[in-house]
């Protein structure tokens, strides 16, 4: 009867209805486009750590359909940064992110050497080894972060093999790339910016000490290790800096390159 349609206890009948079909429909394309999602991010990820890898995903000459083909020539490994050991067993469904959140899978930043601001860092540690067309190691593709002026910096820095087999003060960088952060856009924003990031190529990264060498400057004395800064961007461009010396450094991937340097021999 119209009089009952108009009444109150109805019209929350209605709405409350209309609210439970809503989160139904809600949670089911949650659920169902979950797997989608996944996909997605496992190919961005392979894809930018394609584009540090010296450019072997170029956007200009691939695209998405051309990822899983390209990373065929990438080895999926982990070290344990906390040990320094060798490589170890690849945990079932780990993501490095969220490890840091976790207190059995990550460990606290001493404030002396956290230059970086990253807190805490990861146990375990994912690293790319991508072998050239023979099948030989060419090149290790290392996951990196730090912060800049307003947020955190995700990428990847890729070093060559062959160089780092000749000892730490030949070893140089093959590429670079970042892919999340906010920095501001036109400033350290242009850490994106594919030329800024091509004069990382050919970099030396350390002294025959194994002391992290490449840096980010205004000033350029010594150019086979240091990069131009950033215009207006010097703290995003220290940001980067730092975020260099720690995750080549001793607290960082610094002890597995050198064991990797020694495997090569």
Same mark, same amino acid.
């Given at each position: 009867?119209?009089?009952?349609?108009?009444?109150?206890?109805?019209?929350?009948?209605?709405?409350?209805?209309?609210?439970?079909?809503?989160?139904?429909?809600?949670?089911?394309?949650?659920?169902?486009?979950? +797997?989608?999602? =996944?996909?997605?991010?496992?190919?961005?990820?392979?894809?930018?750590?394609?584009?540090?890898?010296? $450019?072997?995903?170029?956007?200009?000459?691939? =695209?998405?359909?051309?990822?899983?083909?390209?990373?065929?020539?990438?080895?999926?490994?982990?070290?344990?940064?906390?040990?320094?050991?060798?490589?170890?067993?690849? +945990?079932?469904?780990?993501?490095?992110?969220?490890?840091?959140?976790?207190?059995?899978?990550?460990?606290?930043?001493?404030?002396?050497?956290?230059?970086?601001?990253?807190?805490?860092?990861?146990?375990?540690?994912?690293?790319? !080894?991508?072998?050239?067309?023979?099948? /030989?190691?060419?090149?290790?593709? !290392?996951?990196?972060?730090?912060? $800049?002026?307003?947020?955190?910096?995700?990428?990847?820095?890729?070093?060559?093999?062959?160089?780092?087999?000749?000892?730490?003060?030949?070893?140089?960088?093959?590429?670079?790339?970042?892919?999340?952060?906010?920095?501001?856009? $036109?400033?350290?924003?242009?850490?994106?910016?594919?030329?800024?990031?091509? /004069?990382?190529?050919?970099?030396?990264?350390?002294?025959?000490?194994?002391?992290?060498?490449?840096?980010?400057?205004?000033?350029?004395?010594?150019?086979?290790?240091?990069?131009?800064?950033?215009?207006?961007?010097?703290?995003?461009?220290? $940001?980067?800096?730092?975020?260099?010396?720690?995750?080549?450094? +001793?607290?960082?991937?610094? +002890?597995?390159?050198?064991?990797?340097?020694?495997?090569?021999?």
């Amino acid at each position: 009867m119209p009089g009952q349609r108009d009444s109150i206890p109805h019209i929350l009948k209605v709405a409350v209805s209309l609210c439970l079909v809503c989160a139904l429909l809600v949670s089911a394309s949650a659920v169902l486009l979950r +797997p989608t999602q =996944t996909r997605n991010r496992d190919r961005e990820e392979k894809k930018n750590i394609l584009i540090a890898a010296d $450019g072997i995903f170029d956007p200009k000459q691939h =695209t998405n359909a051309d990822v899983a083909r390209l990373f065929e020539t990438v080895e999926v490994k982990m070290v344990d940064l906390a040990d320094s050991d060798w490589y170890v067993d690849l +945990p079932d469904g780990y993501n490095q992110k969220n490890a840091t959140q976790k207190s059995d899978q990550s460990d606290p930043v001493p404030a002396e050497a956290d230059v970086a601001a990253i807190r805490k860092r990861e146990k375990l540690s994912y690293v790319y !080894l991508v072998n050239d067309k023979d099948g /030989r190691p060419d090149q290790v593709v !290392l996951p990196i972060r730090g912060y $800049g002026l307003w947020s955190t910096l995700y990428g990847f820095i890729s070093i060559d093999l062959q160089s780092l087999k000749q000892g730490p003060e030949q070893a140089t960088v093959r590429g670079l790339t970042y892919y999340q952060h906010a920095e501001t856009p $036109g400033l350290g924003g242009e850490v994106d910016n594919p030329v800024w990031k091509s /004069r990382w190529q050919g970099k030396h990264v350390f002294d025959e000490n194994w002391d992290v060498l490449v840096e980010v400057t205004k000033r350029i004395t010594e150019p086979e290790h240091q990069i131009d800064a950033l215009s207006g961007a010097t703290i995003t461009s220290d $940001g980067v800096t730092n975020m260099m010396r720690y995750w080549l450094g +001793p607290e960082g991937f610094g +002890p597995y390159l050198k064991k990797l340097h020694e495997e090569l021999q």
